[in-house]
């Protein structure tokens, strides 16, 4: 699986967007990027995923650059309870049985 | 509700003993899954089962064993030869190939 890179940590104010970056530079065209989160001593939380396209859905919006070497995921109006390590994981089409996750951006939202 | 579930969610175990930590889902996946997280770093792949009565060796299988005898159930044993078993123990599901992975809330196992 390619690897991505994600900044460490963010902060970010209540009510604002938050945006998170993540480098996956050597993706492949049937790799997906999918997003998952969490929260602390919980279970990881599915959030979005997409192959080239912008997705969206109730949770999270999901840009990919037209290289698709590079993604952003978007938080519209973050709240305390979207605190939470974030992992960005890059997935092949064609070989399911694995989830290869890194050690994620823990993002923190501020009063 | 649908969903996974993981039982218990604290677990003591003494040296030299097994524990068998408990996953079930009534989602109709397929596929089942075991990871281990240790503190501040990102999960890895114990074992794997894609189908009732089959499963296979994920990156870190060394003292751990499984069953799946029921498409809704697949239990992890710790075992004695597991020598630093304190982790946090996560358990995922998905209908199949492709799909998207979901996880259930995670056992913490604590060696005493």
């Known amino acids: 699986d390619a690897k991505t890179t994600q900044p460490p940590s963010m902060d970010c104010a209540e009510g604002r967007a938050a945006n998170l970056p993540c480098n996956h530079s050597?993706?492949?065209?049937?790799?997906?990027v999918y997003w998952y989160r969490q929260i602390h001593s919980q279970g990881p939380q599915y959030i979005i995923h997409?192959?080239?396209n912008n997705e969206t859905n109730e949770m999270a919006s999901l840009i990919i650059t037209e290289d698709r070497k590079s993604s952003t995921l978007i938080l519209p109006h973050a709240t305390l309870r979207d605190t939470a390590v974030y992992y960005c994981?890059?997935?092949?089409?064609?070989?399911?049985?694995?989830?290869?996750f890194g050690a994620g951006t823990t993002v923190t939202v501020r009063a | 509700d649908g969903g996974i579930t993981q039982s218990p969610k604290y677990l003591f175990r003494k040296e030299g003993q097994n524990v068998t930590l408990s996953c079930e889902q009534n989602l109709n996946h397929d596929a089942m899954y075991w990871y281990r997280q240790d503190p501040g770093q990102g999960l890895r792949l114990i074992y794997y089962s894609q189908i009732v009565n089959d499963f296979q060796k994920g990156d870190i299988a060394e003292g751990y064993s499984v069953s799946r005898e029921k498409k809704e159930s697949f239990p992890l044993t710790v075992t004695s030869a597991q020598k630093n078993p304190t982790a946090f123990y996560l358990c995922?599901?998905?209908?199949?190939?492709?799909?998207?992975?979901?996880f259930g809330p995670g056992t913490r196992l604590l060696v005493l």
């Open positions: 997409g192959l080239k």
């Open positions: 050597t993706i492949s065209g049937n790799e997906y």
């Open positions: 994981i890059v997935r092949s089409r064609f070989n399911d049985y694995k989830l290869s």
């Open positions: 995922a599901s998905n209908s199949g190939k492709q799909e998207t992975q979901y």
